[in-house]
């Protein structure tokens, strides 16, 4: 009697424990929109990464809009190095861009981790979502997915000299620098694909849908989140025999 007294008891406390989990999880998705995918199979704790909105920099966006906010994901990037415990990220991206400074510095974290990394471009990685997207060790989009490549905007006051276009340029060179060297596509290519004036009713540059990326060499293949999950697996179990094996 009083042993099935303690189970019940027991088993009380574990759904309480599970109820509280579920709703730190919730809250958590909530705040930052991260959240920790430990139910598979194999067991591996893999840290889901979105890249939501427009990517705030220095300047706060309106509270009414949609932003990742990258002093946010740079403490959570380092946490994640640091950790034993998870052995993979994975990126979503629905993103229109947003600050250059910003945006870089996630992907050069992102690139710079020692972890297997995946990411998986739903809606759309426009402009400074695009070195995010290619920051990682493997890439899909959706078969709708979109990508809007164009050169460095600035708003605000713009001082006609020619030091401020070639600053311009300078910024821009560091973008397709680092999307070229993480990617299959060329500089060169790229660029054309920014001064492109045909597509764009009332800007400069390209749009690329699903296929369009993975043909351009900017994305690995498209495909979905059971895609991206399972080739995220497949670099964690090959990063486990090569740590085994050294």
Do not use: W
Not at 97 to 123: F, Q, R, W
Not at 210 to 215: D, L
Request: net charge negative.
């Amino acid at each position: 009697m009083e042993d099935n007294k303690n189970q019940q008891e027991n088993n009380r406390n574990d759904e309480q424990t599970q109820e509280e989990k579920e709703k730190n999880q919730d809250e958590r998705i909530e705040k930052t929109g991260q959240v920790i995918l430990n139910h598979n199979a194999q067991k591996d704790m893999i840290h889901l990464l979105t890249i939501i909105g427009e990517i705030e920099g220095h300047d706060n966006l309106s509270s009414s809009a949609k932003t990742t906010k990258y002093e946010h994901v740079l403490p959570k990037l380092a946490a994640i190095e640091d950790s034993e415990e998870i052995k993979g990220v994975l990126v979503l991206l629905n993103t229109m861009g947003g600050d250059v400074e910003a945006g870089l510095a996630i992907a050069e974290m992102v690139a710079s981790l020692s972890k297997p990394t995946v990411s998986l471009v739903l809606g759309g990685s426009h402009s400074i979502g695009i070195p995010i997207a290619v920051s990682t060790d493997y890439s899909f989009i959706v078969p709708t997915g979109t990508m809007v490549i164009h050169p460095v905007r600035m708003t605000g006051m713009v001082i006609g000299v020619p030091q401020t276009f070639d600053y311009f340029k300078q910024m821009q060179d560091r973008i397709t620098g680092f999307v070229s060297s993480h990617c299959e596509i060329t500089r060169e290519r790229l660029e054309r694909l920014m001064m492109e004036t045909k597509m764009l009713t009332k800007d400069v540059g390209t749009i690329l849908v699903g296929e369009e990326a993975v043909k351009e060499g900017i994305i690995n293949e498209v495909g979905g989140i059971r895609d991206a999950l399972k080739k995220l697996h497949s670099l964690i179990d090959a990063d486990r025999e090569n740590g085994e094996s050294k």
